[in-house]
T-cell receptor
């Protein structure tokens, strides 16, 4: 059962462009995390959002948790080649013991 | 500063063979888990453990066994490998379980091919 759907699945943009990645679900999560994964490595945490409507900024990255805690978005401003990677959202179950990962968005930023 | 260590990094099995993927962490994390990653499907939880002696099933537990005899180690066993188990496997740990579960720290992955 895939609880989290991400869109788009693939994204190829020029350096300097802006982009938004979406993570949607019909389920409510106690918290939601975003990870970035580079080839041959495990995912690395970017941010955790907990409160519905919460917005967090990490330099050029802006993360938002939906009011109903069912969806989230990641916005990157002025993308750079170093942003290239697989972006994964992950929702925590009510007990916090299970994390359900999204389908992933593969981002390529062309210099 | 090892973090989460997985072995082996690569393995090729024949259908029906058994093997164990090893996972060890040196951060004294209570929570450990195993995921498999397949193209277009993100990561799916296989099994997890909230502490030594305690394990539970995730989304896709069939064909896999786990045990947690120590805080540091969480091996994943494939009793009779099938081609459908061809995947990249990730072990991850976190400092606690429950609603305080925080960042998942991942190993580098183990790529398994079943012929």
């Amino acid at each position: 059962t895939q609880l989290l759907e991400q869109s788009p699945q693939f994204l190829s943009i020029q350096e300097g462009e802006n982009l938004t990645v979406y993570c949607n679900s019909s389920s409510v999560f106690s918290s939601l995390q975003w990870y970035r994964q580079e080839p041959g490595e495990g995912p690395v945490l970017l941010v955790t959002v907990v409160t519905g409507g919460e917005v967090k900024k990490l330099k050029r990255l802006t993360f938002q948790f939906g009011d109903a805690r069912k969806d989230s978005s990641l916005h990157i401003t002025a993308a750079q080649p170093g942003d290239t990677g697989l972006y994964l959202c992950a929702g925590a179950s009510n007990t916090g013991n299970q994390f359900y990962f999204g389908t992933g968005t593969s981002l390529t930023v062309i210099p | 500063n090892a973090g989460v260590t997985q072995t082996p990094k690569f393995q090729v099995l024949k259908t029906g063979q058994s093997m164990t993927l090893q996972c060890a962490q040196d951060m004294n994390h209570e929570y450990m888990s195993w995921y498999r990653q397949d193209p277009g499907m993100g990561l799916r939880l296989i099994h997890y453990s909230v502490g030594a002696g305690i394990t539970d099933q995730g989304e896709v537990p069939n064909g896999y066994n786990v045990s947690r005899s120590t805080t540091e180690d969480f091996p994943l066993r494939l009793l009779s490998a099938a081609p459908s188990q061809t995947s990249v496997y990730f072990c991850a740990s976190s400092y606690s379980s429950g609603l305080d579960t925080g960042e998942l720290f991942f190993g580098e992955g183990s790529r398994l091919t079943v012929l």
